[in-house]
């Protein structure tokens, strides 16, 4: 089954709203990131995450290693903040970090 | 500061013939490198990631094969290409230490007709 587990696959925002992605992991995380990967493909490092929350601007993320979920707040949609965002899992054991399937979202004026 | 550069950018290439992708990291000595895969609208799968010169460890193989022949180069390759094989591939590198973030280059987008 999927170890990172990302919700919602698909998210359609209107410009100024709020929203939150999220993922779920059923293997033993140490250390969480996030990317925003653009419509070229090209992958935003956005957050490197130990258990704890960490803001940057309209952006805002936790990791709660406990419950095994790491979540990312959207403030205030943008236009540019459309893309597709992932998150990636790293483990003790494991030395190239697990991705997620990507969250696509879409701001719409 | 360090830079990540990824060749070709981009290959249309015919079922049955080699590849072959290159990485290639300034700036950082001894850096963790990857190699993921992502098919259009998919997921990044990991490929290979290597911690030293010479030394490649396999995820998922697909049919590829990975080299560090230097300290700041990864290679990507196969000697027959296959229709799966198209998408897009990117390297990485980690920094090292307490903060191990991951660092993508632009990526080699591969069409396999």
């Known amino acids: 089954g999927d170890q990172v587990k990302q919700s919602p696959s698909a998210l359609s925002l209107q410009e100024g709203t709020n929203s939150a992605l999220r993922c779920n992991f059923s293997?033993?995380?140490?250390?969480v990131q996030w990317f925003l990967q653009n419509p070229r493909g090209s992958l935003m490092n956005l957050f490197y995450?130990?258990?704890g929350t960490k803001e940057n601007g309209r952006l805002k993320s936790t990791f709660n290693s406990k419950e095994s979920y790491s979540t990312l707040h959207i403030r205030d949609a943008q236009l540019e903040d459309s893309g597709t965002y992932f998150c990636?899992?790293?483990?003790?054991?494991?030395?190239?970090?697990?991705f997620g399937a990507g969250t696509k979202l879409t701001v719409k004026p | 500061a360090q830079t990540i550069h990824q060749w070709p950018v981009a290959e249309i290439k015919a079922v049955g013939s080699p590849l072959s992708l290159g990485c290639t990291i300034k700036?950082?000595?001894?850096?963790?490198l990857y190699w993921y895969w992502q098919a259009t609208g998919g997921t990044l799968q990991q490929l290979f990631y290597s911690i030293t010169v010479g030394q490649v460890e396999s995820v998922v193989q697909l049919n590829l094969s990975a080299s560090r022949p230097k300290d700041d180069q990864f290679i990507l390759s196969t000697e027959k290409l296959l229709l799966s094989h198209s998408g897009f591939y990117l390297c990485a590198w980690m920094r090292g230490g307490s903060q191990n973030t991951l660092y993508f280059g632009a990526g080699t987008r591969l069409s396999v007709l």
């Open positions: 995450l130990v258990p």
């Open positions: 293997i033993a995380t140490t250390t």
């Open positions: 700036g950082k000595s001894s850096p963790n």
């Open positions: 990636a899992a790293e483990a003790d054991n494991n030395n190239a970090p697990r």
